[in-house]
């Protein structure tokens, strides 16, 4: 049952924001975009095409994941919930948790309006009588959630290793919001790549089709065409480094040769060899994991892993922390 309000942010707010986030970034030494405005529809699409790519073990190892203790999970969290998802994208891992845990309804929150909009027309055909209360919004601003669902018990479904899109510092401040927006007694079902093979890790994030190289590239046609820049996209290139100190992948557009251009009448200029950093896919051992929760507001219940150790699931729940000694 799809409620036809998709409650979203003003296009306006959107767009001044993007704005603001891609000039202040280029301004900045070294130059970084946040990762979430890969996410138009095209990025969207992209990124759904990656999830499928070989070498791109995430999606299907966390999707296996979820099928194999989705029993387990509901057996842990009673029925009724709201499941509210996160970057839902094209809600593809939603199907499972929504079978198993029967809840009273299901907000999905993307980014990208017209990609959401397409995507729950599936699930709302699969779930004819499940509210669903799409909301269009950047997660990491305050979380208002529908009127609908304020007064129920809560879910937090949030896949894919999103957080790992995060430093460390801002995904701790985001899993307090997110404490804090919940409530007491919430619960958070969350995925999160492991520390593996640097090799492996790099083959996932640099495919030998070219599909996460035109999600990046894609941000600069996004830039060119939403906000009247004149990138010449053809001058720059992408690029992964993985930081073992972090223990994070990067990416990168680098200019491959000295360039300059306008964006809303603003001046840029780079040289061959310079990068603007636009995403990060930080990876979390076990302990790492419980402790990034426990920071942010989260007790761990339970975790499970594949049999590879690629990838865990925890599930936490939202407590209080205990006054200091």
Not at 139 to 156: A, D, H, I
Request: charged share 25%.
């Amino acid at each position: 049952m799809l409620d036809g309000r998709l409650k979203h942010e003003t296009p306006d707010r959107l767009s001044t924001a993007f704005l603001n986030d891609v000039s202040d970034g280029l301004f900045r030494r070294p130059r970084a975009i946040p990762a979430r405005w890969l996410y138009d529809h095209r990025g969207s699409q992209l990124f759904e095409e990656i999830t499928r790519l070989e070498e791109y073990h995430v999606t299907r190892t966390e999707t296996a994941l979820l099928e194999a203790i989705a029993r387990e999970v509901a057996s842990l969290v009673e029925p009724g919930r709201a499941i509210v998802e996160l970057g839902a994208g094209s809600s593809a891992k939603t199907p499972t948790l929504l079978d198993a845990l029967a809840p009273s309804a299901y907000v999905p929150i993307d980014i990208s309006r017209d990609y959401l909009k397409e995507s729950i027309q599936s699930l709302s055909r699969h779930f004819e009588d499940l509210p669903i209360f799409p909301v269009c919004a950047d997660f990491l601003s305050p979380l208002v959630l529908p009127p609908e669902v304020q007064g129920s018990r809560k879910l937090c479904f949030f896949p894919g290793s999103t957080i790992g899109n995060l430093t460390p510092e801002v995904a701790t401040d985001l899993l307090r919001t997110m404490r804090s927006s919940l409530g007491d007694g919430a619960m958070l079902l969350i995925g999160m790549d492991r520390i593996g093979d640097a090799d492996r890790l790099r083959a996932a994030y640099d495919d030998c089709d070219g599909v996460t190289a035109a999600f990046n590239v894609n941000l600069l046609y996004r830039i060119n065409r939403e906000l009247e820049g004149t990138i010449p996209v053809e001058a720059f290139r992408h690029k992964i480094v993985w930081d073992d100190d972090l223990a994070r992948i990067e990416m990168h557009l680098e200019a491959k040769r000295d360039v300059a251009f306008a964006i809303e009448g603003r001046m840029f200029a780079m040289i061959a060899g310079e990068t603007i950093h636009t995403e990060n896919s930080h990876k979390y051992g076990s302990r790492d994991a419980r402790l990034l929760l426990a920071a942010g507001g989260w007790a761990t219940i339970a975790e499970w892993s594949d049999p590879e150790g690629l990838f865990a699931i925890y599930l936490a729940e939202a407590r209080r922390p205990p006054p200091a000694p």
